[in-house]
């Protein structure tokens, strides 16, 4: 599949910004499974000083300075891309989740996409004993991993409710797990940390859903706003699995990668420092198009 991204994120200030420093997470790169043909980010007003390159898990990152006096803040991302991801593999054919565990804390790889990273408390995943033991029900001795992988998702769809306004950017997941509400951030916080706490790796994925669906298709739940889902660690032959349990899917092709990481932490759009007093309002629009 071939789309068109494009988002629109306006910050508007209370007050007048004397000073800012912002970092942004909002670059598309090629991965395996993804081709970039064309991007462009764009801030207004235009930083004093603008760097690019690449952070420790592979995200393309840009930090900006602005120094001019501002009560808005604007950034446009648009980009081509190309997702082209391999079928889905057999469920049942994926080693024994326990075997996954085993191999995972033997790992002696810390490259960026080790499974090392992924198996400890993050910044904003904690290991919980309640989501552990809700997860724990997915996980039976000898399941295949991605089979109890699918079923913890499938089961976070069925039994939690998605409600925008429910949780903020802050809440923890056990407050979301009690809660049984919540967003895809949410709702992928939870699935992490009940697989993490299981010792199986599992990291979060920023990114964007289609917009435009097939005629009579159901639109999926968190499309024309950024999405955020879960990578699963299958072992070293079959490596990582994408998992929606917003939408109780394997990530496929309506799914767009931005950013992966621990958590949301890692991968949020925009980070940032301003010299301000009051409040601000935050605005984004999304629309992610099929090309032909």
Request: glycine fraction near 8%.
């Amino acid at each position: 599949m071939i789309y068109d991204v494009r988002q629109e994120t306006t910050y508007h200030y209370a007050s007048t910004v004397a000073y800012a420093r912002h970092v942004l997470r909002l670059g598309l790169i090629d991965r395996s499974d993804q081709r970039v043909q064309a991007a462009v980010l764009d801030v207004s007003p235009a930083p004093v000083d603008r760097r690019e390159g690449l952070d420790f898990f592979g995200n393309w990152t840009t930090w900006v300075a602005l120094d001019q006096p501002h009560d808005r803040l604007t950034v446009r991302v648009a980009a081509r891309v190309v997702v082209d991801r391999p079928a889905a593999i057999d469920a049942a054919t994926t080693p024994a989740w326990e075997d996954v565990r085993a191999a995972a804390f033997a790992s002696a790889d810390l490259s960026p996409q080790s499974p090392a990273h992924f198996l400890f408390p993050s910044r904003q995943v904690s290991l919980d004993p309640e989501i552990r033991d809700y997860a724990a029900s997915s996980f039976t001795p000898g399941r295949p991993v991605l089979d109890g992988a699918i079923d913890l998702m499938r089961r976070i769809k069925n039994e939690f409710a998605y409600e925008i306004g429910a949780t903020t950017a802050s809440t923890t997941p056990p407050m979301s797990f009690a809660l049984r509400r919540g967003v895809c951030q949410d709702f992928s916080h939870i699935m992490i940390s009940g697989m993490r706490s299981l010792g199986i790796p599992a990291a979060y994925v920023s990114g964007y859903l289609r917009t435009v669906q097939s005629p009579g298709e159901v639109k999926l739940a968190g499309a024309d706003a950024m999405h955020a889902w879960v990578l699963a660690w299958c072992g070293a032959e079959i490596g990582w699995i994408g998992l929606d349990p917003t939408n109780g899917i394997l990530a496929g092709n309506d799914h767009v990668v931005l950013a992966i990481g621990r958590d949301y932490a890692d991968v949020a759009p925009i980070d940032g420092v301003i010299f301000a007093s009051g409040g601000q309002r935050l605005e984004v629009a999304v629309e992610v198009a099929p090309v032909g």
